[in-house]
């Protein structure tokens, strides 16, 4: 009897399906469907039932998962004893800038919690990486996108400001005013040229590259920014958020990894945990 057999059947029971199960442990389905056979096969009885959504244990694999689980416990411990860890499972995320901190935070954490012995390195995503996180239009024609926020973008007013008295914001109340200018940022290049198209001038007070620092020189009255509505700035009680009258600024951010990686059970657990968050 192996003891592989016996940790893929372990995880099947506590995942209660064979795809679960094959995520779980980075390896195919038909691998785990043979370990399993091979296990009935040895012990001449039948361990799983399958159904529409996974597999249903029998009594004799409720009798066989705790003794299962005890020596795969003791297997590990005595790796553990002659080894300096278990091995690391490295995944390379591209991230985009201005991503939100609470929100990628968060994601990162549900991957850390998702993926046993995770060593995550973060890099531009134009560098060489597994899987990067980026707006829908930066995707590649070899790659498949997995929508994760949808950024929805209005204009931050500092409250004492006159024009933060307005429910919506026209694009003639912008013509002049002071404008803290973010680049790159393509949901504020469509905000120019449509101030161009109604000859509204664009007046730029200050030129910076973060989200964060256009906060501050918001909050300091320095001028009005085009800013995504994260929690952490909808929450701000420096200012006011006001929408752009008849103008769509929003964009789709998501993952997007090389579609010949599709069965990857890596990029397949990455996967999940980014629809798991875009759903939260």
């Known amino acids: 009897m192996e003891l592989r057999s016996l940790k893929y059947f372990q995880v099947v ?7 679960g199960a094959a995520r779980k442990c980075f390896v195919s389905q038909p691998s785990i469907t043979a370990a399993i056979q091979h296990l009935e096969t040895t012990l001449d009885t039948r361990l799983f039932v399958r159904h529409a959504r996974g597999v249903l244990p029998t009594s ?27 091995s690391p499972v490295p995944l390379r995320l591209g991230l985009m800038r201005s991503l939100g901190a609470s ?3 968060s994601l990162l954490k549900q991957l850390n919690n998702r993926i046993e012995q995770l060593e995550l390195t973060l890099v531009e995503p134009d560098e060489p990486c597994d899987a990067r996180i980026v707006m829908s239009q930066s995707v590649n024609t070899n790659e498949v996108f997995v929508p994760i926020w949808q950024d929805e973008y209005q204009l931050a007013i500092p409250k004492s400001w006159s024009l933060a008295e307005k429910e919506f914001i026209e694009l003639a ?19 120019k040229e449509e101030m161009q198209i109604s000859d509204v001038q664009f007046q730029p007070r200050a030129n910076i590259r973060t989200v964060e620092y256009a906060l501050q020189l918001v909050n300091a009255e320095i001028g009005v ?10 929450q701000a009680q420096e200012f006011v958020l006001r929408p752009i009258a008849h103008l769509d600024l929003s964009k789709s951010i998501g993952l997007a990894y090389k579609r010949v990686a599709h069965n990857s059970s890596l990029i397949c657990a990455v996967v999940e945990t980014c629809e798991l968050a875009s759903i939260s």
């Open 173 to 191: 109340d912008l013509h002049g005013i002071a404008f803290i200018n973010r680049a790159p940022c393509s949901a504020l290049d469509k905000l």
């Open 13 to 19: 029971y506590e995942q209660g399906s064979v795809s």
């Open 103 to 105: 929100r990628m935070g």
């Open 225 to 234: 920014a085009l800013l995504p509505c994260w929690q952490e700035i909808t």
């Open 60 to 86: 004799a694999a409720d009798k066989l998962y705790p003794v299962a689980k005890e020596m795969n416990d003791n297997a590990k411990s005595i790796l553990n004893l002659f080894s300096d860890g278990p």
